[in-house]
């Protein structure tokens, strides 16, 4: 018989419990020295010296990122955030049995998480945010009762959500975000009542937001957004009254929303629903939600009438609403700016792509000075531009193009010295190009196209120095082009003044647009010959010049133009014969029609597409591809040694124009060489009109390799393969190389937890590049 007196039974419980202890973590500080020693051996980089501390010297307890409890040498905390440590995560982890806080954040960690962590039964906080790490998230969860904070985000970790994460009873913040998971959201999540914080987007998780989240009654911030998630909106979260973030844009959410959002939830500071399938109206409640900073409908399927009194929502900072049906024919849609005109605060405002009719009331300048973006493009917006509108001093970009509005160009523009976008084509403009246009020397891109302005092109604009794209095409501008024009070495997207009235011949200096992709001079009267300096523009891959009155032949130098990929020369009086080096050339189309040009038509490169190619009109054409059914050349010797001596005369005139033109021919094949052979979007109208996009910070993480750093510390590959920009200056320009950098330093220190981030990433891309970035093909 066993007989123990209670004293002895208290003695044996805690030798048991200090058995088991030893036993089950396999632990003491002997253990936890070895442990950190096997993290250590893993690291295969240390680019700061982090870890030399590590080392024989110092008590582990002293080691950088180490910290011991107070009472027993053993290591309770383990913080190596922002190391740049390279490597993959010892298993040993899950030997340190004392430890309560794990972050690893924004190292470069690879492999799989080693399930061993799942012995850490007073495991705390967990973050390993910001690495690559792969394979599942271990399962084995159910040993940390005490785990408060549960970080996994922007790793690549891939399979389904385990539904042991249920167990975690105690979590306040969740994060699975930025990852490549699949399976839906497990049910069992809307079991963490005390959840607070949940962040699962940019994954591809898909399916439904579950019901039972209708639990998680202490959630403060969701975040759902970028993963194809469908279903009609959660009417659960009108009941969740602490919320402050809703966040679920980027996925196929459908229905309306319920006209009692905000009612409850007072705390409300984002409203972010952009890129859904939702429709009907937007719900006037939102009037009630006084916190609100971020209110992003966009791109969905609302429409009628803007409902909201804005005049309560004092704290609004971005309003975005483009891209839905918003507007109704008879009310004045743009009574709206009366209530807006309290939101002190607002720097971001969206409206384009609606239906919205009615005429922009004075009060538009009584508007934020704070306001940046004004984007109204898209609409049926009638009347004048108020001359108030010089009192948005803080304007950077106004987008009112396709719309209905008329009268003058107001002078007032003149103040808005920090406008570096001014889009206002297709409308009914009328009167001169304000010639203090030029005083706006930060100006970018100008699209005044698609209206009735007439006079001439001010010379003014040869002040504007950093513009980039010039759309002065479809008015009834008359004169010749000024000189100052063709100083703006900066042009590069595109320069467009087709379909006007203009006259004259075109000046030697349009050499100095080097940078020019595509130049759009068709349906006016220009006449002359083409200088031999268009040979300088060697990043054209657009060339327009249908319908004016050119004439000569093509000189021998413009095979420099090696970038051209559309040529239109239709419609003049060019003469001689197709050159040669038009077949070497990487063209897609090529229009000589109505001309008169002669002689043989070549057979080679795009001459082979008949398609691509169009010669009619020219009477005295022969051979080419039979398809062509031109007359077979009868060509006689004498005449084509006559042709040779012709085109050796114009190559030596065009070598000895270029020699004096400051040496340009070596220049440019420099040039070319280093900046063309980079692929770049086809310039178009759109893209002047509608270059204002909301990038996500999904889009912006695939087109940066998810912000790679390794990549972008190192010197060997330009910039320019990781984030491709539209905007050649800016990859020839270290400064803005700078800018960049620290752009996508911004982004790494971005977390999903915050979509003001997402914003103002996309903002910051835009205010630095002022166009689009695009994905890397
Ligand atoms: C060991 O760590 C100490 C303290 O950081 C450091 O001064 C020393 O250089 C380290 N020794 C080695 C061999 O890395
Ligand atoms: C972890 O280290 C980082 C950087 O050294 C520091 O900013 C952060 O406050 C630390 N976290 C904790 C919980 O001590
Ligand atoms: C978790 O899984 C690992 C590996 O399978 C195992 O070593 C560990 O004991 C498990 N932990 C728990 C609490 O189940
Ligand atoms: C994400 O997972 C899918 C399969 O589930 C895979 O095809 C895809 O390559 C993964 N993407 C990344 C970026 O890991
Ligand atoms: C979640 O809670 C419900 C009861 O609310 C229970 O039936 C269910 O089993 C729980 N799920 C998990 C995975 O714990
Ligand atoms: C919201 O809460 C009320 C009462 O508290 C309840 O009647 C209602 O069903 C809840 N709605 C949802 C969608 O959970
Ligand atoms: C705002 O909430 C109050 C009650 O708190 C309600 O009477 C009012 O109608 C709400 N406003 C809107 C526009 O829904
Ligand atoms: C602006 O706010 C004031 C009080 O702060 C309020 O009286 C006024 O009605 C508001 N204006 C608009 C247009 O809502
Ligand atoms: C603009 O504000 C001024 C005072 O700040 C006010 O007198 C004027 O009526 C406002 N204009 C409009 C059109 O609201
Ligand atoms: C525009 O610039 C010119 C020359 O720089 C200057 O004389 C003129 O006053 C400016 N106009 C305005 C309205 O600022
Ligand atoms: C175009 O300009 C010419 C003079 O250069 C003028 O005779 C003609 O009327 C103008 N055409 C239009 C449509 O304005
Ligand atoms: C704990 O870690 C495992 C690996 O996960 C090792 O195999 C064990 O030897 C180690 N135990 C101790 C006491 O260090």
Not at 69 to 78: A, D, E, F, K, N
Request: aromatic share 8%; net charge neutral; proline share 4%.
């Amino acid at each position: 018989m066993f007989c123990f007196s209670k004293l002895e039974a208290v003695m044996v419980v805690a030798l048991v419990i200090h058995m088991i202890g030893a036993v089950f973590a396999g632990s003491n500080a002997a253990s936890d020295h070895l442990a950190l020693l096997e993290i250590k051996a893993r690291i295969t980089h240390d680019p700061q010296g982090a870890l030399t501390s590590w080392n024989d010297s110092l008590p582990f307890c002293q080691w950088r990122g180490v910290t011991c409890g107070r009472r027993h040498q053993r290591v309770t905390m383990l913080n190596l955030t922002d190391m740049g440590l390279v490597g993959s995560l010892s298993p040993y982890l899950g030997n340190m049995s004392f430890l309560g806080y794990i972050t690893l954040n924004n190292n470069q960690l690879h492999g799989s998480i080693p399930p061993e962590i799942g012995r850490l039964y007073r495991l705390q906080v967990l973050s390993l945010y910001g690495n690559s790490f792969t394979g599942e998230i271990p399962a084995n969860m159910s040993s940390w009762p005490k785990l408060s904070s549960l970080d996994l985000g922007r790793n690549k970790l891939s399979g389904k959500i385990p539904n042991t994460v249920s167990s975690l009873l105690k979590i306040n913040k969740l994060s699975f975000a930025r990852n490549n998971l699949t399976g839906g959201i497990p049910p069992c999540l809307g079991n963490l009542t005390s959840l607070e914080v949940l962040g699962l987007c940019c994954s591809q998780l898909g399916g439904s937001i579950p019901n039972s989240f209708y639990r998680l009654k202490n959630l403060r911030h969701i975040e759902l957004g970028e993963n194809d998630f469908v279903g009609a909106f959660p009417s659960f979260l009108l009941n969740i009254s602490m919320l402050e973030v809703l966040s679920m844009p980027e996925n196929q959410l459908q229905g309306g929303l319920p006209s009692n959002l905000c009612l409850s939830q007072p705390h409300l500071t984002q409203i972010i629903l952009g890129t859904n399938q939702f429709n009907g109206f937007l719900p006037s409640s939102i009037s009630n939600c006084s916190q609100l900073e971020i209110l992003d409908v966009d791109k969905n399927d609302f429409k009628g009438e803007i409902a909201i009194d804005f005049g309560r929502l004092k704290h609004l900072r971005f309003l975005f609403f483009g891209a839905n049906n918003f507007g109704s024919k008879d009310l004045d849609d743009m009574k709206v700016f009366h209530s807006l005109s309290n939101c002190s605060k607002l720097e971001l405002m969206d409206l384009g792509h609606n239906q919205l009719s009615g005429v922009i009331p004075n009060s538009l300048g009584n508007f934020s000075s704070k306001l940046l973006f004004l984007w109204m493009h898209s609409n049926y917006i009638s009347g004048i531009i108020p001359s108030s509108i010089g009192n948005l001093l803080g304007l950077t970009r106004l987008s009112l193009g396709r719309n209905n509005l008329a009268g003058m160009i107001p002078e007032s523009i003149v103040k808005l010295q920090n406008l570096q976008l001014l889009i206002i084509y297709s409308n009914y403009f009328s009167g001169v190009i304000p010639s203090s246009i030029g005083n706006l020397s930060l100006l970018t891109e100008v699209g005044l196209g698609g209206n009735n302005l007439e006079g001439s092109i001010p010379s003014t604009i040869g002040s504007c120095k950093k513009l980039i794209a010039l759309g002065l095409d479809r008015n009834k501008l008359s004169g010749s082009i000024p000189k100052e024009l063709f100083q703006l070495s900066s042009l590069s997207i595109g320069l467009d003044l087709s379909h006007n009235n203009m006259s004259g011949m075109l000046p030697q200096e349009i050499g100095n647009l080097k940078l020019l992709e595509s130049l759009d001079f068709s349906m006016n009267r220009f006449t002359g010959e083409l200088p031999v300096s268009l040979s300088s523009c060697i990043s054209l891959q657009n060339l327009n010049l249908s319908s004016n009155f050119f004439y000569g032949s093509m000189s021998e130098s413009f095979s420099s133009m090696k970038g051209l990929e559309y040529v239109d020369l239709s419609r003049n009086n060019f003469s001689g014969h197709i050159p040669a080096y038009m077949q070497q050339i990487q063209l897609t189309h090529l229009d000589l029609s109505y001309n008169n040009f002669e002689g043989e038509v070549p057979v080679e490169g795009v001459f082979v597409n008949t398609n691509a190619i169009s010669i009619i009109g020219n009477t005295r054409l022969c051979g080419g591809a039979p398809e062509l059914h031109l007359p077979k050349c009868t060509s006689t010797t004498s005449d084509s040694k006559r042709r040779t001596r012709k085109l050796s005369i114009r190559v030596i005139v065009a070598i000895s124009l270029c020699s004096t033109i400051a040496g340009l021919g070596l220049f440019s094949f420099v040039l070319f060489y280093c900046c063309i052979k980079k692929k770049r979007d086809k310039p178009s109208e759109s893209r002047l009109g509608e270059s204002f996009e909301k990038i996500s910070y999904g889009r912006l993480f695939k087109a940066t390799e998810g912000f790679s750093l390794e990549n972008l510390n190192g010197t060997d590959e330009p910039l320019g393969m990781h984030l491709q920009i539209v905007d050649p200056m800016l990859l020839n320009e270290d400064v803005d190389e700078k800018s960049l950098i620290s752009l996508v330093k911004i982004g790494v220190q971005c977390s999903c937890e915050s979509p003001q981030d997402r914003m103002y990433i996309g903002t910051v891309v835009h205010e630095l590049f002022a166009t689009t970035v695009t994905t890397r093909s």
